[in-house]
């Protein structure tokens, strides 16, 4: 192929690219009533005409298009097939996911999910920790954590402070048997 050949080539197709785009801006509105019609979610429409400008900016095009308006509706078209089809696939993954995840007792399904309760429970009690970690030296509360909420190892508390590792130790004892008596208080 010739320079001649491809500039002509890259010229058709930004004139289609351009026919495309100005149907696509005339009758925006349009696509959008046709995705919701056959999706039946606005929210989802919107999304699939953004995601058709895209494609229209990207597409390889023909050299020549005899019917814009046609062309646009027609990918339109099948992206709202894709877009049903991928829908039904997630959805039977997800029922698949949920046989196998979820216990059903008494006709509902139950999830391992913490519960409310759970997690103002968990909430509360590490409230609690955190004020018996502020009745500790500054030291050992930050070593205690470093170690436990910051996720770092030993080695790496004591690296971080400057200190060795059976001093990191030591201090988490010391904090662990201060936080146990939570424990205590809440048999007693």
Same mark, same amino acid.
């Given at each position: 192929m010739t320079m001649d050949a491809t500039d002509d080539r890259w +010229?058709? !197709?930004t004139t289609a690219r351009a026919d495309l785009l100005l149907v696509y801006a005339q009758r925006r509105a349009d696509l959008c009533r046709f995705f919701a019609v056959r999706l039946r979610n606005t929210a989802e429409s919107e999304d699939l005409v953004q995601e058709l400008y895209l494609r229209l900016q990207n597409a390889n095009l023909p050299a020549e298009i005899s019917n814009p308006v046609g062309f646009v509706f027609t990918m339109a078209s099948n992206m709202a097939? +894709?877009? *049903? *089809? @991928?829908g039904a696939r997630r959805s039977r993954r997800q029922a698949i996911w949920g046989d196998v995840n979820y216990d059903v007792v008494a006709g509902q399904s139950r999830s +391992? $999910?913490? #519960? =409310? !309760? +759970?997690?103002? @429970?968990? *909430? =509360?009690l590490l409230a609690r920790i955190d004020e018996k970690l502020n009745s500790l030296p500054e030291? #050992?509360?930050?070593?205690?954590r470093l170690h436990k909420? @910051?996720?770092? @190892?030993?080695? =790496?508390?004591?690296? !971080?402070l400057d200190i060795s590792s059976s001093t990191v130790e030591k201090h988490m004892i010391r904090a662990l048997q201060h936080i146990m008596g939570l *424990? =205590? !208080? $809440?048999t007693s």
């Open positions: +010229d058709s !197709e097939f +894709d877009h *049903r *089809r @991928s +391992d $999910d913490p #519960t =409310q !309760e +759970d997690v103002l @429970s968990a *909430r =509360q030291r #050992t509360a930050a070593i205690f909420f @910051s996720g770092l @190892s030993y080695a =790496q508390v004591a690296c !971080e *424990r =205590q !208080e $809440d």
